[in-house]
């Protein structure tokens, strides 16, 4: 199921929740971070954020009258069928649509999730017949799960598998149909409702807990904003809409940046140490935070990693994936933020001292060509 956009409240006008905001941005820049899982209390703008997202984003061109939304110049983003055709006369019908948030309803079934193969059509026509599922919908688009602790566990296997390879392979009686399915994968949840196993937590890629507002100046503005976008949707959309196009083009940049963003020894040192610190299980964790910091980067505008840039992330990387004392839950993450600092801080000294001697050593070859 698709989610309509045209009057959704826009992102730019959310009050406070930057930590989610930043999450779900990171996600939208580079999905292969795996997706973000938002935990909070009902009404603290969740689902808001995630409606959103679609006005930010420009359309894409998709190949005509395909189910998959392929990409028709690109022979890797393509399904079988596409691919097939492409081969033939190379080139296809392409038009433009505007990216699509597809909602995961609870109680869902495998079949409408994956899509499915009908037998019957093959055996009485002789060629495959494939029955699209919402991961078709989803590719190139963003697949939305509220309330993911309450889906069963087997159908959140299923996306989380499909989020990770970026295809979607559904086999019955010995004949198998892929298409692609690369998507911004976004979940939220409430704890009280219960929690997702550990196992599931840990294969999604950013973590972020969203809480009640308790600043009055805040709540205050919260309050007008939403009477204002009630009264006249349509006017306080365009009112905000600048600054949500605004956000749009910064992503598009930071997208391209992201691409010239190199990689160091040194981010794999860093990172090794912070996980190492953090005590987390696996190594998924260093993966994803070496892909959001360089994200991270190219947000804020730079083609280069710092080491604070890590450190800004790794709180959407850590937070599901520690080791908690049950006792003292808070002095436990208070502590690894001390001494993350304190690693952070080491190594933005030696990047300094880099610099500064690159810099010098660059003067002095100038000034012996002067």
Same mark, same amino acid.
């Given at each position: 199921? &698709?989610? @309509?956009?045209?009057?959704?409240?826009?992102? *730019?006008?959310? $009050?406070?929740?930057?930590?989610?905001?930043?999450?779900?941005?990171?996600?939208?820049? /580079?999905?292969?971070?795996?997706?973000?899982?938002?935990?909070?209390?009902?009404?603290?703008?969740? +689902? !808001?954020? =995630?409606?959103?997202?679609? &006005?930010?984003?420009?359309?894409?061109?998709?190949? &005509?009258?395909?189910?998959?939304?392929?990409?028709?110049?690109?022979?890797?983003?393509?399904?079988?069928?596409?691919?097939?055709?492409?081969?033939? *006369?190379?080139?296809?019908? +392409?038009?433009?649509?505007?990216? @699509?948030?597809?909602?995961?309803?609870?109680?869902?079934?495998?079949?409408? #999730?994956?899509?499915?193969?009908?037998?019957?059509?093959?055996? %009485?026509?002789?060629?495959?017949?494939?029955?699209?599922?919402?991961?078709?919908?989803?590719?190139?688009?963003?697949?939305?799960?509220?309330?993911?602790?309450?889906?069963? /566990?087997?159908?959140?296997?299923?996306?989380?598998?499909? *989020?990770?390879?970026?295809?979607?392979? =559904?086999?019955?009686?010995?004949?198998?149909? +892929?298409?692609?399915?690369?998507?911004?994968?976004?979940?939220?949840?409430?704890?009280?409702?219960?929690?997702?196993?550990?196992?599931?937590?840990?294969?999604?890629?950013?973590?972020?807990?969203?809480? !009640?507002? @308790?600043?009055?100046?805040?709540? %205050?503005?919260?309050?007008?904003?939403?009477?204002?976008?009630?009264?006249?949707?349509?006017?306080?959309? @365009? %009112?905000?809409? $600048?600054?949500?196009?605004?956000?749009?083009?910064?992503?598009?940049?930071?997208?391209?940046? #992201?691409?010239?963003?190199?990689?160091?020894?040194?981010?794999?040192?860093?990172? *090794?140490?912070?996980?190492?610190?953090?005590?987390?299980?696996?190594?998924?964790?260093?993966?994803?935070?070496?892909?959001?910091?360089?994200?991270?980067? +190219?947000?804020?505008?730079?083609?280069?990693?710092?080491?604070?840039?890590?450190?800004? =992330?790794?709180?959407?990387?850590?937070?599901?994936?520690?080791?908690?004392?049950?006792?003292?839950?808070? %002095? &436990?993450?208070?502590?690894?933020?001390?001494?993350?600092?304190?690693?952070?801080?080491?190594?933005? /000294?030696?990047?300094?001292?880099?610099? !500064?001697?690159?810099?010098?050593?660059?003067?002095?070859?100038?000034?012996?060509?002067?």
């Amino acid at each position: 199921m &698709s989610i @309509k956009s045209n009057l959704n409240f826009p992102f *730019s006008a959310i $009050v406070g929740q930057e930590r989610m905001k930043l999450a779900i941005l990171l996600n939208v820049i /580079d999905p292969t971070i795996g997706g973000v899982l938002i935990k909070g209390e009902k009404g603290t703008a969740k +689902s !808001t954020a =995630v409606r959103a997202l679609a &006005s930010l984003l420009p359309p894409i061109e998709v190949v &005509s009258g395909c189910p998959f939304n392929c990409n028709p110049k690109n022979v890797f983003e393509m399904c079988d069928n596409c691919r097939e055709r492409y081969e033939i *006369s190379g080139q296809l019908n +392409s038009e433009r649509t505007q990216i @699509k948030i597809v909602n995961v309803p609870l109680g869902i079934t495998e079949d409408r #999730l994956l899509g499915t193969i009908n037998i019957e059509k093959i055996l %009485k026509d002789g060629k495959k017949h494939f029955e699209p599922g919402l991961l078709a919908q989803a590719n190139r688009g963003i697949l939305y799960i509220d309330e993911v602790n309450l889906l069963e /566990d087997h159908i959140v296997d299923e996306l989380l598998d499909v *989020s990770a390879m970026g295809i979607n392979i =559904v086999e019955r009686e010995g004949i198998s149909f +892929s298409h692609p399915s690369r998507f911004v994968l976004i979940g939220t949840m409430n704890p009280e409702e219960g929690e997702l196993r550990p196992q599931l937590l840990d294969r999604f890629g950013l973590c972020v807990e969203v809480e !009640t507002v @308790k600043d009055i100046e805040i709540r %205050k503005e919260i309050i007008k904003r939403r009477i204002s976008f009630e009264r006249n949707p349509k006017a306080f959309i @365009k %009112k905000w809409g $600048v600054l949500d196009r605004r956000i749009g083009k910064q992503i598009l940049k930071a997208r391209r940046l #992201l691409k010239k963003v190199d990689e160091k020894e040194w981010y794999y040192e860093l990172i *090794s140490k912070m996980c190492i610190l953090a005590d987390v299980a696996g190594h998924r964790a260093d993966t994803i935070i070496l892909k959001a910091g360089k994200a991270f980067a +190219s947000w804020n505008g730079r083609d280069y990693v710092l080491p604070k840039d890590f450190l800004e =992330v790794s709180y959407f990387v850590f937070l599901h994936r520690l080791v908690k004392n049950p006792l003292d839950e808070e %002095k &436990s993450i208070r502590e690894l933020e001390e001494n993350l600092h304190k690693i952070i801080k080491d190594f933005e /000294d030696k990047e300094e001292r880099d610099l !500064t001697y690159i810099i010098e050593k660059k003067n002095l070859i100038e000034g012996h060509r002067n």
